[in-house]
T-cell receptor, first 109, second 114 residues
Framework: DAKTTQPNSMESNEEEPVHLPCNHS???????IHWYRQLPSQGPEYVIH???SNVNNRMASLAIAEDRKSSTLILHRATLRDAAVYYCILLFGNEKLTFGTGTRLTIIP | KAGVTQTPRYLIKTRGQQVTLSCSPISGHRSVSWYQQTPGQGLQFLFEYFSETQRNKGNFPGRFSGRQFSNSRSEMNVSTLELGDSALYLC?????????????FGPGTRLTVT
């Protein structure tokens, strides 16, 4: 399985943008980059995914480096509800989700 | 659309007993996956079922088994429970087809083995 590396924890002020990095230097050409998050006492929740181009949805944006060896999840205006563990996962086709340790995001009011 | 539901939400069992957990996927989702979450090991994949067949399996002992019914509902069974089986068990469903690989997780079943 291709591996991802994320910082263990990050802090951000409420109502400011948050950039969550993920390194995946061994990514293959067919791996999609997925992001999930897990809020306290809940199951993981899909956030966004992409292959090569940057992606936007109502929750976040995903910026993918040109060489695809890294990506950044962007929360444009963090709220207290965004406090969660964020997981960056590489996935090809019907493979299982392999969760790492993720980044614990703390939002400071 | 109703989300993924899991029953029961909480369960306390004794070592040596067996337990069955249930998962009802989102309507139209034919793939159901099971995960175990513990503080020490994090989120680990157990197995995936699609159209009543196990399609993928993680590295867990044979005491962990599952099945899927024709209506896509799935059950997971753990026999001869050990203290280390105490965990949050999550199931996730997915629509198979097209390019959508999003998995939708249920709230989990918190199993405590004493």
């Amino acid at each position: 399985d291709a591996k991802t590396t994320q910082p263990n924890s990050m802090e951000s002020n409420e109502e400011e943008p948050v950039h969550l990095p993920c390194n995946h230097s061994t990514i293959s050409g067919t791996d999609y980059i997925h992001w999930y998050r897990q809020l306290p006492s809940q199951g993981p929740e899909y956030v966004i995914h992409g292959l090569t181009s940057n992606v936007n949805n109502r929750m976040a944006s995903l910026a993918i480096a040109e060489d695809r060896k890294s990506s950044t999840l962007i929360l444009h205006r963090a709220t207290l509800r965004d406090a969660a563990v964020y997981y960056c996962i590489l996935l090809f086709g019907n493979e299982k989700l392999t969760f790492g340790t993720g980044t614990r995001l703390t939002i400071i009011p | 659309k109703a989300g993924v539901t899991q029953t029961p939400r909480y369960l306390i069992k004794t070592r040596g007993q067996q337990v069955t957990l249930s998962c009802s996927p989102i309507s139209g989702h034919r793939s159901v996956s099971w995960y175990q979450q513990t503080p020490g090991q994090g989120l680990q994949f157990l197995f995936e079922y699609f159209s009543e067949t196990q399609r993928n399996k993680g590295n867990f002992p044979g005491r962990f088994s599952g099945r899927q019914f024709s209506n896509s509902r799935s059950e997971m069974n753990v026999s001869t429970l050990e203290l280390g089986d105490s965990a949050l068990y999550l199931c996730a469903s997915r629509f198979v087809g097209g390019r959508s690989y999003e998995q939708y997780f249920g709230p989990g079943t918190r199993l405590t083995v004493t």
